[in-house]
């Protein structure tokens, strides 16, 4: 099999795009295609101290690069040569069997749809909005209905013991820390009345699936006896063999106790959920040191103002750092405390399922 990997997208290219493509090939013995700027490229392999290219793995040269800024409609059309719209072609060609990109989702998706074409069969690509109650489910489908004449095809609705980012004012994402949360039974009920004109306009369902503090199979059957047509479990799978978090990530999440979830105010503007990591603390205490480079990666993250760079805190969480990462998690993190897999959580969730009365 031959990938091709757009060696200049996502939050920190080339670096992470290329040295994790030139593992894939020493490990799987994938062939691989990274295209970008090449001189960025080879720069980025002699720093890792690879001074040859591997065996199976090439260069294409692209000049330009799609940036989180650009317009996602136009963009691959405006920048001919960029490491997105060249990989596209290469895979339309028949130079590979894949194209893999971290950058720039819509710019990927137009592009995908507009010059490879879709997979025979297949109309468009299912989209699903998170909401956080029946006013911004009802102000969705209402702006979809007009301008689009779609609606979606199904809605998550994140409560506010959600983990990340919330949407719900600070205070009510406080209360809901403190033990007070809006119910998610209640806002089930508003979500599933707001698209009741829509599914009847369109004349069919748009299934709701819940998440945020749902903790086992009991309660999925609860919410799904109250119109839900299932449940988002995340923070526990974290905790499994297979998730491909870093160690460090998982033990910071296994060692965590109840006390250490809090409610943070994010760079971007929004309220979110995480692990007190060091990062926070120092943030609480005003001795976080200030932004010294910002690529202007988020439009509504403001240098000047944000406490800490969030993509920074990101990555770091996902390597494993606890020092500097923002840990995301649910708020019932601190009763994660085994490392599990996959099928012991389905099992577990599904008898509970089963056995709910």
């Not at 911004?136 to 979606?152: H, T």
């Not at 009763?335 to 056995?355: A, G, H, P």
Request: charged share 25%.
């Amino acid at each position: 099999m031959k990938i091709v990997v757009d060696a200049m997208g996502g939050d920190n290219a080339p670096q992470a795009p290329v040295m994790g493509a030139v593992q894939a090939n020493r490990e799987y013995g994938v062939e691989i295609i990274l295209v970008g700027r090449g001189e960025d490229i080879l720069k980025t392999l002699a720093a890792n101290g690879i001074s040859d290219l591997p065996a199976g793995v090439a260069v294409t040269h692209a000049s330009e690069v799609v940036e989180m800024c650009d317009d996602p409609a136009t963009a691959f059309r405006k920048k001919k040569d960029s490491s997105l719209t060249v990989g596209l072609n290469l895979l339309k060609e028949g130079a590979g069997d894949a194209f893999v990109s971290a950058g720039s989702t819509g710019a990927l998706l137009s592009g995908a749809t507009l010059v490879t074409k879709r997979i025979k069969g297949i109309r468009r690509a299912a989209l699903a909005p998170v909401v956080s109650g029946g006013r911004s489910a009802a102000l969705i489908c209402k702006l979809w209905d007009r301008r689009y004449g779609r609606v979606p095809d199904f809605v998550v609705l994140e409560g506010p013991l959600a983990g990340g980012h919330l949407g719900f004012s600070p205070q009510e994402a406080r209360e809901a820390q403190a033990g007070r949360p809006r119910p998610l039974s209640a806002l089930l009920a508003e979500v599933l009345e707001s698209l009741a004109p829509f599914r009847e306009k369109y004349g069919r369902d748009i299934p709701v699936f819940v998440a945020g503090g749902v903790k086992s199979g009991a309660e999925l059957r609860r919410y799904m006896d109250q119109g839900a047509a299932g449940v988002q479990f995340a923070t526990r799978f974290i905790a499994t063999e297979e998730c491909d978090a870093s160690p460090g990530y998982k033990r910071a999440l296994l060692d965590a106790e109840a006390e250490d979830v809090t409610i943070v105010q994010s760079p971007v503007g929004m309220p979110g959920r995480a692990l007190r990591s060091p990062l926070i603390r120092r943030v609480e205490a005003g001795t976080q040191p200030k932004i010294t480079r910002c690529d202007r990666c988020l439009a509504a993250c403001d240098c000047k103002t944000a406490p800490y760079c969030i993509s920074k805190a990101l990555i770091a969480a996902v390597e494993g750092d606890w020092e500097n990462g923002l840990f995301f998690c649910g708020a019932n993190a601190g009763e994660v405390n085994t490392l599990s897999t996959v099928k012991e959580q389905m099992d577990q969730i599904l008898n509970e399922w089963r056995t709910a009365p």
